[in-house]
């Protein structure tokens, strides 16, 4: 059975430094690996979507990548911004094929950076 | 803008009594979900549908049950609710890989 893992659970870092997020899973036949955003209180965002077969996938100043043979996945924060504070959360989706997009989601990082 | 609409952002309700949470979607997409979040445990699926009047159970469907009658709406249906069904709980539409989310709905059941 696929589990998702995050760690640490909750970091605190100051305003304009770089930081990286980790997720593991155990299972590498995934489909693909989906990283999301989620503020207090609010549903989920969507921030970047890694397919098996890519490496990593970047957009402004997040940037994900993916190993599949270890079972990990990174995203990577540069000059964290107030505004960043959130809490992200990894999601795997399993490699069953069909119409279904079952994912598996990590329990996430409470993410707050200080001004 | 593409969106799901969950009609209900806080409900309270009693033990035992029968809660409908409405999930609506403008973006034609034929797969739909219902997770619960709970603190530790992360989002958990419930249901899913993949088309109009057809239902998937997910990980925790004990307790609830589904309604899709028109492919924009997705219906959850907690027939008696109970207080271990407190929770928030997310509706989701995707059409392939990206899955869109609502705001959520959090109820409490005393």
């Known amino acids: 059975k696929q589990e998702v893992t995050q760690i640490p659970a909750a970091l605190s870092v100051p305003e304009g430094e770089n930081l990286v997020l980790n997720c593991s899973f155990t299972?590498?036949?995934?489909?693909?690996l989906q990283w999301f955003r989620q503020d207090p209180g609010k549903g989920l965002t969507s921030l970047l979507l890694?397919?098996?077969?890519?490496r990593e996938q970047t957009s402004g100043r997040l940037n994900a990548s993916l190993d599949k043979s270890s079972g990990r996945s990174t995203l990577y924060i540069a000059a964290s911004q107030p505004g960043d504070s959130a809490t992200y959360l990894c999601?795997?989706?399993?490699?069953?094929?069909?119409?279904?997009?079952?994912?598996?989601f990590g329990t996430g990082t409470l993410l707050a950076v200080q001004p | 803008d593409v969106k799901v609409t969950q009609s209900s952002r806080y409900l309270v309700k009693r033990t035992g009594e029968k809660v409908f949470l409405e999930c609506v979607q403008d973006?034609?997409?034929?797969?739909m979900f219902w997770y619960r979040q709970d603190p530790g445990l992360g989002l958990r699926l419930i249901y899913f549908?993949?088309?109009?009047?057809?239902?998937e159970k997910g990980d925790i469907p004990e307790g609830y049950s589904v309604s899709r009658e028109k492919k924009e709406r997705f219906s959850l249906i907690l027939e008696s609710a109970s207080t271990n069904q407190t929770s928030m709980y997310l509706c989701?539409?995707?059409?392939?890989?990206?899955?869109?989310f609502g705001e959520g709905s959090r109820l409490t059941v005393l």
């Open positions: 989701a539409s995707s059409m392939s890989v990206l899955l869109v």
């Open positions: 549908s993949y088309d109009v009047k057809m239902k």
């Open positions: 999601a795997v989706r399993q490699n069953y094929g069909g119409a279904t997009n079952k994912l598996i």
């Open positions: 299972d590498s036949a995934i489909y693909n």
């Open positions: 890694i397919q098996s077969s890519q």
């Open positions: 973006m034609d997409h034929e797969n």
